[in-house]
């Protein structure tokens, strides 16, 4: 399996997370399931809206264009072109600074932590790692033609 | 144009592609299962809203003076964790700063979210101890044992809110018959309309004069907004 076959597995886990904490907060799931019961409480906190919009419906959208892009990467049809290297690595360094902030929030501000967010933070990172590997491979690639 | 050098099989044929897709769309499965059965798992009788009752004017309950210089609007949620927090954490001082010195009163007006199985029963018990004039101390009590009543820890949140309504000193016969009748169901409805009709989204949400805002708020923001609207309600009646 090449990296950028794990980096849309990840992206498409990363969708699925992001869609139970949306429709949580549209009320579809009761309650999240969190032992230590401090995941609604980020969720319903100030921060968890960007826009009027809840943080994990950006997540959704979010999730679904890496795992687009990643797709794209994986095909033979567009699977050679640099420039899709490049927009995973911008893409999910976006969304390391991103989940960053929202840790920082998680942890200065509301004084909570999710694990839910825990872990939407975790696979960005791992996305982050993964496209710096395929970028890297990519442009030896080029290097070596 | 260079063409990318092909091994020979046509897009699909290739196991390693085949196998990967076949990954995707198991964890797709697998997935979008697991968030179907979520959604469709019963989640008790969420809403409790009874469209029968008469609709009443909302209504809710003052902590501190009416003559008080501002008068702040809470709409809350017991089951919520945020509004928890702020009951818990930061009301005290506001009690011991700003309500007792005749600064600000506070108007709790019940949000009852439909994410929250067992608010409803919480926000009858509250006001069936106010029947009894003791709703700030069962206010504080059903905050303070939120963990051992809410939708993860019971389905059957009446009779620890009982227990809690002992523990205060309740008559528990005339409080019994209250939560039993649902006596205050159509002044908690009220409420909640009263909410909704100002696209409110978030527990718990603060009215401070002209400003609303949502979410937790630590005693210094409190403080910082209390005299912010008092400052404007001076500078307005200056003009």
């Known amino acids: 399996m090449t990296t950028r076959m794990v980096l849309a597995l990840l992206a498409l886990c990363g969708v699925l997370l992001a869609a139970y904490l949306s429709l949580h907060d549209l009320g579809i799931i009761g309650s999240l399931a969190c032992g230590s019961g401090s995941c609604e409480l980020v969720q319903t906190s100030r921060w968890s809206r960007l826009l009027g919009i809840h943080v994990a419906v950006w997540g959704v959208g979010y999730y679904v264009l890496v795992f687009g892009v990643a797709m794209a990467a994986v095909s033979e049809r567009f699977g050679g072109d640099p420039r899709l290297s490049l927009a995973l690595v911008g893409l999910t360094g976006w969304g390391v600074l991103f989940s960053g902030w929202l840790t920082y929030v998680e942890l200065f501000r509301i004084h909570a932590i999710c694990r839910w967010c825990v872990g939407s933070a975790t696979i960005v990172a791992v996305l982050f790692a993964l496209a710096l590997l395929d970028y890297r491979a990519q442009a030896r690639t080029v290097v070596g033609e | ?239």
């Open chain 2, 1 to 239: 144009m260079a063409k990318k050098p092909s091994n020979g099989r046509k897009p699909g044929k290739n196991p390693a592609m085949r196998g990967f897709y076949l990954l995707i769309g198991a964890i797709a499965v697998v997935g979008i299962g697991a968030l179907s059965y979520l959604s469709a798992r019963p989640k008790g009788a969420v809403s409790q809203w009874d469209s029968s009752l008469p609709k009443l004017t909302a209504q809710g309950h003052l902590e501190g003076s009416d003559s008080a210089q501002l008068e702040v609007v809470e709409f809350a949620d017991f089951e919520c964790p945020a509004c928890g927090q702020f009951a818990t954490l930061t009301e005290p001082d506001i009690r011991t700063h700003l309500i007792d010195s005749g600064v600000v009163s506070i108007r709790y007006i019940d949000f009852p979210l439909s994410i929250h199985r067992n608010t409803w029963n919480a926000h009858r018990a509250a006001w069936c101890a106010g029947d009894q004039g003791k709703f700030w101390p069962m206010h504080d009590a059903i905050y303070q044992n939120q963990d051992r009543w809410n939708s993860e820890a019971t389905d059957n949140p009446d009779n620890v809110l009982a227990g809690i309504a002992q523990g205060i000193g309740l008559n528990m016969d005339t409080y019994t018959q209250c939560v039993k009748d649902k006596k205050y169901q159509a002044q908690i409805q009220a409420n909640e309309t009263l909410a909704e009709s100002r696209h409110l989204d978030q527990t718990p949400t603060f009215v401070f004069g002209n400003k609303v805002i949502g979410g937790y708020e630590t005693y210094d923001q409190f403080k910082a907004n209390v005299e912010a609207a008092i400052a404007a309600t001076k500078a307005a009646a200056r003009k």
